[in-house]
């Protein structure tokens, strides 16, 4: 960064009194921390990097208290980054505020294929960290699995089980599924059934893969019984909201069987739980509008069967499903698979967790793989008069939220600029906005409202001759 950025830095960090997701501070008056390791190591893995600040006190209100040795601090902090798996290379920047130098530490995320990286003499699976908020977290075994499952191309889905035989599996469904596959693949024609069945995933060394038992076997949960959906409609806005447990749900079902089976067994209990308007149309017509556009939760409802994680470490959690009186959630063990990030989704070709699973429900439901779904959802939201979903993706739970009303602590639509240009009469960062106004996407919050009203000439920025700087902030003119 440039010196210039860095002091707006501090001045931001001492105005707040805090560290941050990308943002940690450490006192260097009287040398350098002698344990580094665990920041480099959740800098590096996490989406867009961070900053380590170098001569604040964060016990003495975030004062500058500047660094002893500017020059020697980057060459000892240098030496800690070579200890890290793959190398850290951190880029420096030195500014001088009231007479006290302070020393900055960019450090990048790595590339995904490098990743995790870890302190060397921890090793990987006790060197491996995380960034919590404004904390450092040790990686569970689950996420640096999650890391190496997608380097080294592990699918989960050809896993077999010892006890499951081919008598497991339903042969009238097979053979519908055989018929449609030499149909849309010809190239399979010739083969006997057995070997198309190992080539396409659902049979390995004669016996039923995890996925030739979720999508075929008359009782999948004979052998995974974790491994389906609950759903529950809670009354109130949050869980436990009630005072004592036989009031909390309304309606509560564990929904099991094939792929197919918990996705029309889903389907049907939103059906049965969500509300219905019967509207006049302008011709004088009846028309109803469910609370939810069924096509939009039949999306999110396949997606979360086709690309949950399948691997042994997340076998005893089920897909949930809740109805709140405000919103729909669906969270989905796993969280988002190797190179896609919440601002790719519906936009570029992402990879698949488990393509054995999603090419057979091509063939047996048509479903589109390509874009999982997304654009679907926003396209049947946005006909439905609702707020694009929200999308969050925390320590391999990934969830999706439906909200009845517009975002932004439910106010109406004509409502939401004033809202903002009263909130930012004092400058606030996109992060800041984002969540003051209950979005998980910055991004998306910045191009819908945010973007707007600087082209109106509504909101101005703090630094204008760098719109895409880190530290940027709005305000209302």
Request: net charge negative.
């Amino acid at each position: 960064m440039l010196e210039e950025e860095l002091v707006q830095l501090i001045k931001k960090i001492t105005s707040e009194k805090c560290e941050s997701q990308h943002i940690e501070i450490k006192k260097a008056l009287k040398g350098t921390p002698s344990k580094l390791y665990d920041t480099l190591s959740s800098f590096s893995n996490q989406l867009g990097g961070g900053v380590i600040v170098f001569g604040i006190d964060e016990e003495s209100g975030c004062e500058v208290t500047g660094v002893y040795d500017a020059q020697d601090l980057q060459r000892k902090v240098m030496e800690q980054s070579l200890q890290m798996d793959p190398v850290v290379r951190p880029l420096f920047t030195v500014a001088r505020i009231e007479d006290k130098l302070v020393v900055s530490a960019e450090i990048s995320e790595c590339d995904i294929y490098d990743k995790p990286c870890f302190y060397k003499g921890a090793g990987r699976l006790r060197g491996s960290y995380i960034r919590v908020g404004d904390s450092d977290q040790p990686m569970t075994e689950y996420e640096i699995y999650s890391f190496e499952a997608f380097k080294r191309r592990i699918n989960d889905e050809l896993r077999t089980i010892e006890r499951a035989e081919m008598d497991n599996l339903s042969q009238s469904d097979l053979t519908e599924y055989l018929i449609k596959l030499r149909r849309q693949k010809p190239n399979l024609v010739n083969m006997d059934d057995t070997r198309i069945l190992e080539t396409q995933g659902m049979l390995q060394d004669n016996k039923p893969t995890l996925a030739g038992l979720m999508l075929f076997s008359e009782y999948p949960q004979e052998f995974f019984p974790q491994l389906s959906i609950t759903a529950m409609v809670v009354q109130g806005k949050e869980m436990g909201e009630l005072g004592y447990e036989g009031e909390r749900f309304i309606d509560n079902k564990r929904v099991e069987g094939t792929i197919p089976q918990m996705l029309e067994g889903t389907l049907a209990f939103v059906r049965r739980n969500m509300k219905v308007k019967t509207i006049i149309t302008e011709d004088g017509k009846r028309a109803d509008k469910p609370e939810y556009p069924i096509k939009a939760v039949r999306e999110i409802v396949l997606n979360a069967l086709i690309h949950r994680d399948y691997s042994i470490h997340t076998e005893r959690s089920p897909i949930r499903l809740v109805m709140y009186e405000d919103r729909l959630e669906l969270e989905n063990p796993g969280g988002l698979y190797g190179r896609i990030t919440i601002d790719d989704l519906g936009k570029v070709s992402a990879d698949t967790r488990n393509p054995y699973i999603a090419g057979a429900l091509e063939i047996m439901l048509d479903t589109e793989n390509r874009f999982s779904g997304i654009p679907t959802v926003f396209s049947e939201l946005k006909k439905a008069g609702m707020p694009n979903p929200t999308f969050s993706d925390r320590r391999g739970v990934f969830k999706v939220t439906f909200n009845k009303s517009v975002e932004a602590d439910n106010l109406p639509v004509n409502n939401i600029e004033k809202e903002i240009l009263n909130y930012c009469v004092t400058p606030h960062s996109r992060e800041e906005l984002a969540k003051r106004f209950g979005f998980e996407s910055p991004a998306y919050f910045m191009k819908t409202y945010i973007s707007p009203l600087i082209e109106m000439g509504k909101i101005k920025l703090t630094i204008p001759d760098k719109p895409k700087s880190k530290f940027q902030k709005y305000y209302s003119s």
